[in-house]
């Protein structure tokens, strides 16, 4: 049994993460300051800390309870808000990663696993996108997740510590058996909109865009459910225990799905109109984004079980579903 401090766990992908290691025997502590995490999911299994990562000194007196691993989920994640309040991400995405990286230092965690991003990527110069596509961020939330990674690159240079940097692409669905039930708040991803539609809290979707050169016209993204990423993070883990060294890793589902399609499927899945208008195309997006995840089944064994666009609809709708109006 390990002993994993969760930072950010009560989030929306950190609760699973947190229910990955639960499930397997881990001792879990979740440390978060619910700003956008929600009690409900919080599992009594786990030991729950309120605070945030810019009490450094808080922060440290958790750390120094010993702990195997720190897994980094606190970070703020709006890219179109990042280009509007820069400061706000670079106060809590760098100098809150900066806390952390010297807590562990000090209180000798030795390994981290890091939520990072396709952000980092930028627009894509080929697809699929793998792990040595050029890292050039458009927007300032990918640059913080970049700076951040090259942080972990030093720490592990000058103090040892390992680390896994696990490049998401679009996080989407909810578990399976239905233990998480929290929902995002101000959500920003297609999934969570497609749903707000559908129980009528908001009137319809926006499709930013249906005149790219995809199958349908709207822009495609490569998927992947919230309970595939936690079983990489728990992998990730337990490559760097076996390994003892760093990994950088994409966790995309290698497939695209488009914005068309997946309402399509929603409106089957829910049986609402979820009624859509077409929009201008928005700066910087592009038409096609897809990982390649291959180097993620290499090492560390890793197959994407729940990322079809039925498992990640029907799953999304489950949560929502009592909610419609």
């Known amino acids: 049994m390990s002993s994993i401090l969760v930072v950010g766990g009560a989030g929306y992908i950190g609760s699973h993460v947190v229910r990955a290691f639960l ?3 881990d001792s879990v502590t979740v440390y978060d300051n619910l700003s956008s995490g929600c009690r409900e ?10 605070g945030d990562i810019l009490d450094s000194a808080g922060l440290l007196g958790l750390a120094r309870a010993g702990f195997d691993a720190l897994i980094h989920l606190a970070a703020f994640k709006a890219a179109g808000e990042s280009m509007v309040a820069p400061e706000k991400y670079s106060v809590n995405n760098i100098c809150g990663t900066i806390n952390i990286l010297n807590a562990a230092s000090e209180a000798g965690i030795p390994r981290i ?11 894509p110069h080929r697809i699929p996108m793998d792990e040595t596509h050029p890292t050039d961020p458009i927007n300032y939330y990918g640059f913080t997740k970049l700076e951040i990674e090259r942080l972990l690159g030093w720490y592990e240079r000058l103090r040892g510590i390992r680390f896994a940097a696990l490049r998401y692409f679009n996080a989407a669905g909810y578990d399976a058996a239905g233990r998480i039930n929290g929902l995002e708040r101000n959500p920003q991803n297609l999934l969570p909109l497609v749903m707000e539609v559908a129980i009528g809290v908001r009137p319809f979707l926006s499709i930013f865009g249906n005149d790219y050169d995809t199958p349908d016209g709207t822009g495609v993204r490569d998927y992947v459910h919230v309970s595939d990423l936690a079983d990489g993070h728990v992998r990730a883990y337990d ?3 076996s390994q003892n060294r760093s990994l950088t890793v994409n966790l995309g589902s290698e497939k695209g799905i488009s914005v068309q399609s997946m309402v399509d499927v ?3 899945v829910t049986g609402k109109p979820i009624p859509v208008r077409i929009a201008a195309r928005r700066p910087g997006d592009s038409a096609v984004i897809v990982a390649s995840s291959g180097k993620a089944a290499d090492v560390l064994g890793w197959k994407p079980k729940y990322s079809d666009c039925e498992t990640l609809v029907a799953s999304t709708w489950n949560v929502y579903r009592d909610l419609a109006n």
């Open 23 to 25: 499930d397997r025997g």
């Open 41 to 50: 999911n919080l599992f009594g299994e786990a030991t729950f800390v309120q």
């Open 113 to 123: 696993v890091f939520s990072s991003t396709a952000a980092v990527y930028g627009s």
């Open 239 to 241: 490559f760097l225990v």
């Open 266 to 268: 929603a409106r089957r």
